[in-house]
């Protein structure tokens, strides 16, 4: 049986999308008003992120796709995925430059992984 993540609803700022907020941005900030509606749990505000949302350990770091999501630093992380034939993306580190990032790639082409991140070819 294939485990899929719960859904939740969007946490949004409370009257986002009104005219007088315009300039609120979509983002969870905890409310921390006393008068605020939010705050005090009233259902017509809105949900907020709670511990009953939260996904089974197992399913932690899974992507939509089904696979886990991997960081690559160097040749020899890359390799070691390869080697052990792990069915994950791969993301590279913020740290690598453009041309390693292509040889990667290239790398990653040939054994058909696929990479997040990645520059074009």
């Known amino acids: 049986m294939v485990k899929i993540k719960k ?5 949004n700022v409370p009257n986002f999308g009104s005219k007088n907020r315009k300039r609120v941005k979509a ?13 005090i ?7 907020e992120p709670t511990i009953g949302y939260k996904n089974p350990k197992e399913l932690n770091g899974i992507r939509a796709n089904g696979k886990r999501a991997v960081v690559v630093h160097n040749l020899t992380e890359l390799n070691n995925i390869i080697s052990e034939k792990k069915e994950v993306d791969i993301t590279f580190a913020k740290a ?20 997040t991140n990645g520059v074009s070819l």
């Open 7 to 11: 859904e939740h609803p969007k946490f």
């Open 27 to 39: 983002r969870w900030r905890k409310q921390r008003g006393i008068d605020n509606k939010k705050r």
């Open 96 to 115: 690598l430059g453009k041309r390693k990032k292509l040889d990667f790639m290239k790398i990653a082409n040939e054994h058909k992984i696929k990479v």
């Open 41 to 47: 749990k009233r259902n017509f505000a809105g949900a």
